[in-house]
């Protein structure tokens, strides 16, 4: 038997305890022993919950106990999860955890101290909710140097803009919908303003290239500034907007990391990925292009990873599973550098036109749209470029990044 | 230094030899220790190839090295593969194979000596080439009980139909140019009646449930009869044709597997797996769906997956990385009772509606596609019904099951 803590009950936390229970036989079978949880963790009382049978509110009752082996850390933010988790591995305790905010600022320390310490720290629920990533970049994509990962990881901004999307609707009318079905927060800026995508790329990033990515340097723009009107273009352009958490790697030069909005068209193997789902685009130099896509999120999906994990840990009780993320920082090079077309809305006025090729050279116009307006595709420039050129634009509108 | 043999030096084999010269110093960083090729065995010479500095053609010379201690069949077939393989085994070394026909036909077996002496047996390139999927369903999905397994796993056909569908030409045509493209081989029959397909649907379904399932047992039609009409039927429906390989579980039944041409519309997941990608679709109890998509074959991408399989090996020399998947056969659910909607074709003629409605009740009727034709899509029955019933359509021109 295999006693393991949880650590928070909230809604992951009864996840696990429920994955648990509906795949107890076939999790021990594949684990090759029996998971038991001796301990769940929660500040809180759950009168009548089966739970309170195991519930503790003191983490030492589980940190002083030497028979829990694997601590499950799904509380969640930064403080007093970092403090538990070192605790445990120092305690000789293996760590799974679904925290993107405690692996993305400290995933190399707490990796090195489960190395020291012949124990294993894992994360698979931090990116992708359910989808297996964390583990295909560690194990099935060895042979390959990584050129790019490109995500879309948050799917509270999915469901707005695949929302907005079928049914016409603006960014306020989409996010309350979102609020109301619970797949956003009442205070959606972590998710709207891109942040949680930042720390997911982050992970992704630090994990494909061996060296710390610092979530503080990735530039990010979220999905506020999008509105109906880009829909109404991205459509006329068969196109669809998703945010995209990216980092690509140029030889010779080093990695650009970004998180922002941008248009694809049906061929990049992202535009299928609508609503909640999660999508991760993978581009190895000898595997070529492979995609992950799954739940991003949600309750039992999340938990499915985390139970995986524990699986894992299981059959690698006395062994370090390695993973290489070093706490060398990676400096990520300037995006001002960083090439793409734009495509750019302005007020329609008679000299517009002209004054824009004059600009931008050859673009590529795009059919009427909105009324009084004016729709183009510049061609690939760099962002320091765009920045400058956005200002030269009269009447400029908006502008969203393009793919294609 | 970790010694390997590479059996055979055709496209896979002289892949993986690239694949460790273009990333070596990274795949020795991940493996933690260096890999060197010490033998490749082929019958044939290779005259200038650097190659010829490690060419044996006696299996014995790598068998009786106690310095090889991984041995990596990509020669195909079953013989000689099956003794070579074998034999490693037995000498104490670790096995990577690409080969789905011995995977299929040995994979119990093998793991099973293996496991016995300590050794690994690996085989992440024998299904979906470079794409991650043995490896997710063995150590990521086991929190799960999986409930459906479908794929798009052969390249070739999928090749095949997308040609068809962009182009609006027949099979024939559309096969002339895959083996133009050499996407096809001369005769294509393992391709294009399925064979393929169904051998590695045998594969990934023995993992999912952990017992044999015998690709003999597994029914299974090719594309051969799906013709440019079928193809235009398909766009009028908003829906495309693709060879699904399948195994489904349903609860207090058993498990069903077909490899069979199915139409699909732009919900499922793997509608957009287009030309010689695959796409391999995962259902869980647990983690809901999921979705693995990349190259299906390939030089170098399934190197890619083979050189993986290698670095695993490399991190566990003295650990059975542990695969459930028992000898026990699990005898499969006669396709005679599973169920699905079916796209008819046929002759018109004034009454053929009225006889197809007393025949199937109500049905879903295509607009009109091609002259003198009828088409229309049945509600939900069982094979057998089907089978029975399209006896009695006058002028049946064919029919194609349908999944949505």
Known sequence: MIDIAVLGYGTIGSGVVEVLKINGDSINKRAGDEINIKYVLDIREFPGDPVMEVLVHDINTILDDPDVKIVVEVMGGINPAYSFVKDALLKGKSVVTSNKELVAKHGAELLDIAKENNLNFLFEASVGGGIPIIRPLNQSLTAD????????LNGTTNYILSK????GIGFEAALKDAQDLGYAERDPSADVEGHDACRKIA??????YGMQVDFE????EGITNISDKDIS???ALNAKIKLFASSIREEDKGVYAMVAPVMIKANHPLYSVNDVFNGIFVRGNVIGDVMFYGSGAGKLPTASAVVADVVDIAKHLNKNIWT?????KLDLESV?????????RLVKDKRAQDRINELFGDVEWVPEVVENELGFITPEITEKDMMDKKGLIDGFLGSIRVRF
Chains 1, 2 share one sequence.
């Open 164 to 167: 907005m999307s079928d049914e």
């Open 336 to 344: 001002d550098l960083m090439k793409h077309r734009f495509f750019v």
């Open 217 to 220: 340097d990735i530039y990010t």
């Open 324 to 328: 290489i993320w070093s706490n060398k």
């Open 203 to 208: 992970i992704l990033s630090s994990l494909a």
């Open 145 to 152: 140097e990584i050129v790019e990962i490109t995500g879309i």
């Open 233 to 235: 273009y991205a459509k």
